[in-house]
């Protein structure tokens, strides 16, 4: 009787130190923010893919809409300091006009459309793996939440997403798809970095509350800050390296 009851014991004694390990270790659960993070994430994801869909006029009252909004809060946020109005032409005037010219060109849906899913990506992926595994910070004085490890997972899955992304629609050749991605990662990370830093400087947390999660619209297309004008460039003077 006493083996047999310990037999029976065996499973539940397995089940406990499990338990324990899995409570000792470093990796979080999806936490509640995450999710909110992640659907509001697909709702603007939805809604620029709608307005790319349907594109002309309802994809610039998008852009001119975020736009409107993103310095609105740039406003709010720097108090309306003067000194201010000049950063603002390059972190929002700039970003939208540049998206506002890649719709132009004969591939402008699919280049924007891969911008999106890249910089989306990036800022997923970097969030989450870093939050869960990220340890050492990059620059915590300016972006407590920034890791090393969130960094790569970022540069990781943007890369990826990039090479799927010319696999199925030929917007780069294949050979510098992986290197595209990897430097929109880096390049969308700085933006991030920028705004926190702006933030920093104004003492607030959050651009603005419209975005559930993420705080307000800038906080939200940030990654588009560096990346949107680069990519505009690129396209324009690198075309050679671009499948037209």
């Known amino acids: 009787m006493v083996k ?20 000792s270790c470093k990796v979080r659960a999806v ?26 006029v309802l994809f610039y009252l998008l852009l001119f809409s975020l736009a409107m909004v993103s310095s609105f809060e740039w406003h709010q946020m720097t108090c309306g300091h003067r000194w201010f109005y000049i950063p603002a032409v390059a972190m929002i005037a700039l ?11 004969p591939h402008g849906t699919i280049i924007l459309s891969w911008l999106i899913l890249s ?3 990036t800022d997923t992926a970097a969030y989450f ?33 990039t090479l799927v992304m010319s696999v199925i629609f030929g917007i780069f050749y294949v050979p510098h798809s992986i290197l595209i ?11 991030d970095v920028t705004e926190s830093a702006v933030k920093r400087m104004c003492k607030v947390k ?17 990654g588009f800050i560096f990346t949107a004008p680069l990519v505009a460039y690129y396209v324009k003077h690198f075309s050679k390296f671009f499948i037209g």
């Open 95 to 105: 970003p939208y006009a540049s998206m506002a010219y890649i719709y132009t060109l």
């Open 129 to 161: 793996l870093g939050r869960t595994l990220g340890t050492r910070k990059i620059i915590p004085a300016i972006s407590p939440g920034k890791t090393w490890v969130g960094l790569w997972a970022g540069i990781a899955f943007s890369a990826v997403s």
């Open 181 to 191: 991605g990897a430097v929109i990662a880096v390049v969308a990370q700085c933006g």
């Open 119 to 121: 910089i989306w990506s």
């Open 31 to 56: 936490d509640r923010n995450f999710l909110i993070r992640l659907v509001t994430a697909g709702f603007w994801g939805g809604a620029f893919v709608v307005g790319l869909s349907y594109g002309g």
């Open 4 to 23: 047999v009851s310990g037999v029976r014991e065996m499973p539940k004694r397995c089940i406990e130190k499990l338990k324990t390990r899995l409570s």
């Open 206 to 222: 959050d651009s603005g509350f419209i975005v559930p999660g993420h705080g307000g619209v800038m906080d939200r297309m940030d």
